[in-house]
């Protein structure tokens, strides 16, 4: 019997960049400090927060975004740093500017956490499992697989708990979040997983959202999810 076992892993953003010049700073910070201050354990907002207070903008090079990939920095704070860029008027809240270039705008981010149980019987010894979160159609972070299968005659019941965090940087504005969930043979695309719960959040400057969701299987129709949102 080929059972796949769980396998968690984040689905990486891949970022596609054309700047030329290399990468710098101003307000007395560096790429090297903030990679620093990461890997000793200082937290993302705690980081944004000192790219605030400094006034810090950047010009990351293909190069750069790829070693800070490299050196496991998360996504949403390279993507906060790309959105400071040389040259913006910024007034200390702030990175990136407005479609006129002038009024200068800050990210906000979205922390997504995402715990369920699960279970379903199928007379198939491979079945897979996925559930993930897309905000507008992009799938952040998923898991797969069963971690314990339990034989039953000719049936299979298989099991799964699992936990995972998302955390996206946004511009200001409103977006989708989905989850979707799908079991059975092979591996979908992921785009076109079924959506089993939705709903619009609204994002502002400088917002930090923390959500968790809990999805389980439905106790009066165990064929069936429910979504609580906590």
Request: with cysteine; charged share 20%.
């Amino acid at each position: 019997m080929s059972v796949k076992r769980a396998n968690w892993m984040i689905l990486i953003l891949a970022v596609v960049l054309g700047l030329s010049s290399s990468a710098f700073a101003v307000g007395e910070i560096s790429i090297e400090e903030i990679v620093s201050l990461y890997e000793k354990g200082v937290t993302e907002q705690t980081i944004i927060a000192l790219i605030d207070s400094r006034d810090a903008t950047f010009n990351l090079t293909t190069q750069d975004i790829l070693y800070l990939k490299d050196v496991k920095i998360p996504d949403s704070l390279v993507n906060y740093m790309l959105s400071r860029k040389p040259g913006d008027t910024t007034t200390g809240n702030g990175g990136g500017t407005t479609e006129g270039g002038s009024t200068p705008i800050r990210v906000g981010t979205v922390n997504i956490l995402l715990e369920g149980e699960y279970s379903e019987t199928s007379s198939s010894d491979s079945l897979n499992f996925l559930c993930g979160i897309a905000v507008d159609d992009d799938i952040k972070t998923h898991v797969s697989g069963f971690d314990e299968v339990a034989i039953l005659g000719n049936t299979y019941k298989y099991y799964t708990y699992f936990g995972k965090q998302a955390s996206i940087s946004l511009t200001p504005g409103e977006y989708e979040v989905q989850i979707k969930l799908w079991t059975g043979e092979g591996i979908p695309d992921l785009k076109s997983m079924p959506t089993v719960y939705s709903e619009t959040i609204t994002i502002d400057k400088g917002q930090i959202l923390d959500i968790k969701y809990y999805l389980e299987n439905d106790k009066s129709d165990p064929s069936k999810v429910v979504i609580t949102k906590q």
